[in-house]
């Protein structure tokens, strides 16, 4: 017999792994067998082989299994597309409504990829901030502004250590929380690991297949300046002692020859270091590159089923190598993590797990149908550019810049024009509030002098609220970014380059001069006189309902 058919005879029920998937088990098994002999027995040895070999092909079956619920999932998300397009008079209006919300007048018109995300990251988010609030544990991961010195610490919380070796504790098997002296810390960790756990549970719903990690933390963040700059010897000889060698290596295929081995282990972290320095983890954050797994280009469910690469074996390293080479503080990388995971939803929930594939195919159909129905080509599509500006620009491919300290150079120029211009903003925001007045006039039918004074009214009740009114609206999903201003910057693409100290110079500002204050309280006031409009209406038939508010 044959070692695959003996293979498939160990490991029965199979029969859905290719021979070449198959090849690279037993490739790998052999590897890890050589080394687990060095120090165990033979018995012990065929019986972690046999574990590896089993867990692997379950790996794969399951996979599989996912892959055919999603072919199923997308073409129902297609067809639905495919019907939205009759609504619109050109493949380019089409384009552009299943990206971005459109005012246009016709049904689904705001059900757009970006309206999805931000109704994942404001849940996420607003969530997140509610319970923390209730706790009160708000105040005890606001950052701080110190040591001017080594700007490196900007930002980084009292308890943001403690934090990280409770989450680690959390979210293992057999893990001890508590084990810090901090009982807010453990509170912390617990309202962290309920909304990333959540957050996983909406990617795996829409077709991912993120399984728990033990001893995770946060989403890592990694500087591609800072790790530029040091180089490859320099990142290597911090991260190498400090991984969880067994699940970082999990997918390298060993030989049982120690030097080549090692090579491969070198080899690995090399090419993790030249996708880190390049900044090419942004785009595989983004969704925009992945070659294999799930069929199909560029695919988020894989992509973000396998996101982790690095693994450390302990809090204490996790810290180390954040505090030299990560981008963030520990709470900014919670927030951003939120913020990624909802906006990685919303592109799946509305184009399935291959969204870049689903929206080019999405628009050759699209074509195709106009031709069929002989409407003229459309002259936004002959610059075959113009739907990849659309693509990047929702992906976050646009955010990658394309020289490092250029696009640093450039923050720091924009950081200086923020501070020096926009100082009397909180001034230019004043009008706003008869603004809201006319939203509230035009959709439910008030007059403006009452609407304007409403939202006056609700503006200034927000500075004297007992708590009250601040809980309401984050139940509504509104105001949790001025809280989360206090914590973190959540940083994108268009900042990832600008030097620590001045992203956090920057939300200092608009702290103090009030604006962000005031930008929470107008949407605040706003969502309540909403509110209790829509409540004054309930019992009306919609027929009976303001002909805008209807079409809102």
């Known amino acids: 017999m044959s070692t695959l058919g003996c293979v498939r005879g160990v490991l029965r029920g199979t029969t859905a792994l290719t021979d070449r998937e198959l090849n690279d088990i037993i490739a790998d098994v052999r590897g890890r067998k050589a ?8 018995t012990q040895v065929e019986l972690k082989v046999r574990e590896i070999a089993m867990r692997k092909a379950e790996k794969l079956r399951m996979e599989a299994a996912i892959q055919r619920r999603n072919a199923a999932n997308n073409m129902i998300k297609q067809r639905g597309l495919l019907d939205q397009r009759t609504r619109y008079r050109t493949t380019s209006e089409f384009a552009e409504a299943m990206l971005d919300p459109s005012n246009r007048d016709v049904p689904g018109a705001r059900d757009s990829v970006t309206a999805k995300q931000d109704a994942y990251v404001s849940e996420n988010l607003a969530g997140f901030v509610r319970d923390m609030e209730k706790e009160g544990l708000m105040p005890y991961v606001a950052t701080r502004l110190r040591d001017v010195l080594n700007p490196m610490k900007w930002g980084k ?6 934090i990280a070796v409770e989450l680690w504790e959390h979210s293992r098997d057999g893990g001890k929380p508590g084990s810090t002296d901090s009982k807010e810390a453990q509170k912390i960790a617990a309202v962290i690991y309920k909304w990333q756990e959540k957050a996983r549970a909406d990617l795996n719903r829409l077709g991912a297949f993120i399984g728990k990690i033990p001893g995770y933390i946060v989403s890592q963040s990694h500087d591609m300046v800072r790790i530029a700059e040091a180089g490859f010897k320099d990142w290597y000889d911090t991260v190498a002692p400090r991984l969880d060698e067994a699940r970082t290596y999990e997918n390298v295929v060993f030989t049982g020859d120690p030097v080549k081995d090692k090579n491969k282990k070198v080899e690995f972290l090399k090419n993790v270091y030249d996708s880190l320095s390049r900044g090419e983890f942004m785009r595989e954050a983004a969704g925009s590159v992945e070659k294999s797994g799930f069929k199909g280009s560029k695919n988020v469910a894989k992509s973000v089923s396998q996101s982790r690469v690095l693994h450390f074996k302990d809090a204490k390293s996790w810290i180390e190598y954040n505090d030299k080479f990560g981008q963030t503080s520990l709470m900014e990388s919670v927030i ?10 919303g592109l799946m929930e509305k184009l399935g797990t291959n969204p870049e594939s689903m929206f080019y195919n999405m628009i050759d159909h699209s074509r195709l149908w106009d031709r069929k129905n002989g409407i003229p080509a459309d002259r936004r599509l002959a610059d075959g ?25 450039g923050s720091v120029l924009r950081g200086h024009q ?4 926009l100082g009397g903003a909180v001034l230019a925001s004043l009008p706003d509030m008869p603004l809201a007045g006319a939203v509230i006039r035009d959709d439910h039918g ?29 139940y509504m999903h509104v105001g949790a970014d001025t809280v989360i201003g206090d914590v973190a910057m959540r940083v994108t693409g268009a900042d990832t380059t600008a030097p620590t100290v001045v992203r956090k110079g920057i939300q200092a500002f608009f702290k103090l001069n009030a604006l962000n204050i005031f930008t929470a309280a107008g949407e605040r006031g706003l969502s309540f006189q909403l509110g209790a409009r829509l409540a004054a209406m309930r019992d009306n038939a919609f027929s009976k309902l303001p002909k805008t508010l209807q079409d809102t």
């Open 336 to 345: 951003g993590g939120l913020t990624q995971s909802g906006k990685m939803a």
């Open 446 to 474: 008030d007059n403006l002098f009452s609407a304007t004074m409403n939202q006056i009214n609700n503006v200034m009740a927000q500075f004297t609220d007992d708590g009250a009114r601040r809980e309401y609206a984050m």
């Open 418 to 421: 923020t501070v020096t211009k």
């Open 385 to 409: 550019g113009w739907t990849d500006k659309l693509w990047d620009v929702v992906s976050g491919a646009a955010d990658i810049p394309a020289s490092v300290r250029l696009a640093g150079i």
């Open 35 to 42: 080394e687990a002999m060095k120090v165990a027995g033979m």
């Open 157 to 162: 919380g009292v308890l943001d250590d403690k």
